[in-house]
Structures are given as C-alpha cells and as structure tokens.
Nanobody, 124 residues
Framework: VQFVESGGGLVQPGGSLRLSCAAS????????IGWFRQAPGKEREFVAV????????DYRDSVKGRFRISRDKTKNMLYLQMSNLKPEDTAVYYC??????????????????WGQGTQVTVST
C-alpha cells in the first residue's frame, strides 16, 4: 500500500489549492479515506474524511466551510479542495485510508503506512 500526495505549494492568505491523493497497491472503494496534516513542531492531526460511499463527510472545526473532500472511485483518487487558506493551514498534508470513519477521525485503528505528504505553505 502506498499513498502519493500532490498539489501542494506556496499560496497567499485567502488563496486556494487542490490536493490529490493516489493510492497504489489496493483499491480504495471499500474504505473510508481522509486527509491529515502536520505543522512544524506539532503532532499530525485529522483534517477531513469521506466514507466509502462518498455520501458522508466530516471536517475538523477550523476548516469547515473552507475545505471540501471528495473522491473519484473510477480513478482511485482522493481530493481536498482548500479555499480561503490561512497561515495556520501551513503544514505537510497526508492521506490515509481505513475501514471505518472513526479510525480516521481518531487516528486509531487500521490506518495504513503514511506517504511522503505534500507541503502547503500559506504566506505573504
């Protein structure tokens, strides 16, 4: 199982980015999948999750209304559309998958190995 995240970069406050996550080695269809981030000197934290069907999503409070998670089962891909970015969104962003939404929101359970992540920097 391998996750490859992409789409990060340097953006000014108020800007937008779209992150992508490709999974190889297994099919995401039956899994809940999510985005996480780790800022310098801080622990990795949950950002957003989407269930296996794509009908249920959840977000950490600080990104609600600004970020939108989506998945494309035909491409085995996960996306995170980020808008109105703030300096506190600066972090390395990662994706992961598990059998349950709770495993992802709590970051416990059957998470897979982490990928390299993609750096998002929000700064003037």
């Amino acid at each position: 199982v391998q996750f490859v995240e992409s789409g990060g970069g340097l953006v000014q406050p108020g800007g937008s980015l779209r992150l992508s996550c490709a999974a190889s080695g297994f099919t995401l269809d039956a899994y809940a999948i999510g985005w996480f981030r780790q800022a310098p000197g801080k622990e990795r934290e949950f950002v957003a999750v989407i269930d296996w069907s794509g009908s249920m999503t959840d977000y950490r409070d600080s990104v609600k209304g600004r970020f939108r998670i989506s998945r494309d089962k035909t491409k085995n891909m996960l996306y995170l559309q980020m808008s109105n970015l703030k300096p506190e969104d600066t972090a390395v962003y990662y994706c992961n998958a598990a059998h349950t939404v709770q495993s992802l929101t709590t970051m416990r359970g059957d998470l897979n190995s982490w990928g390299q992540g993609t750096q998002v920097t929000v700064s003037t």
